[in-house]
Nanobody, 121 residues
Framework: QVQLVESGGGLVQPGGSLRLSCAAS????????MGWYRQSPGKQRELVAT???????NYADSVKDRFTISRDNTKNTMYLQMNSLKPEDTAVYYC???????????????WGQGTQVTVSS
């Protein structure tokens, strides 16, 4: 099986920083793109940032110049450095990976269970 586990969420004051991690484990042959998404109460899940295997990145306009996505392909791990956090960044943050499992040829989307980020004074 495949598992994505997020960590690093918590409570932070406005203007503060947090670093999220997402570790993928299991029978993984290859991971293509990875990404962070977030969902606030009463809102749809939205894209925060994505990164391809070769490191090309894409950000939502609302987080550009504040958040940085990165990954370590040797560890099947992705990160999100979040700086200058605002109350509107409060949400559950989810990790996503588009990957292929050993012994198979089909690519699938996998999701983590989410980590809560709360920005409040």
């Amino acid at each position: 099986q495949v598992q994505l586990v997020e960590s690093g969420g918590g409570l932070v004051q406005p203007g503060g920083s947090l670093r999220l991690s997402c570790a993928a484990s299991g029978v993984i042959a290859s991971i293509n793109s990875m990404g962070w998404y977030r969902q606030s109460p009463g809102k749809q899940r939205e894209l925060v940032a994505t990164i391809t295997r070769d490191g090309s990145t894409n950000y939502a306009d609302s987080v550009k110049d504040r958040f940085t996505i990165s990954r370590d392909n040797t560890k099947n791990t992705m990160y999100l450095q979040m700086n200058s956090l605002k109350p509107e960044d409060t949400a559950v943050y989810y990790c996503n990976a588009y990957l292929r499992r050993w012994g198979g040829s089909t690519w699938y989307d996998y999701w983590g269970q989410g980590t809560q980020v709360t920005v409040s004074s």
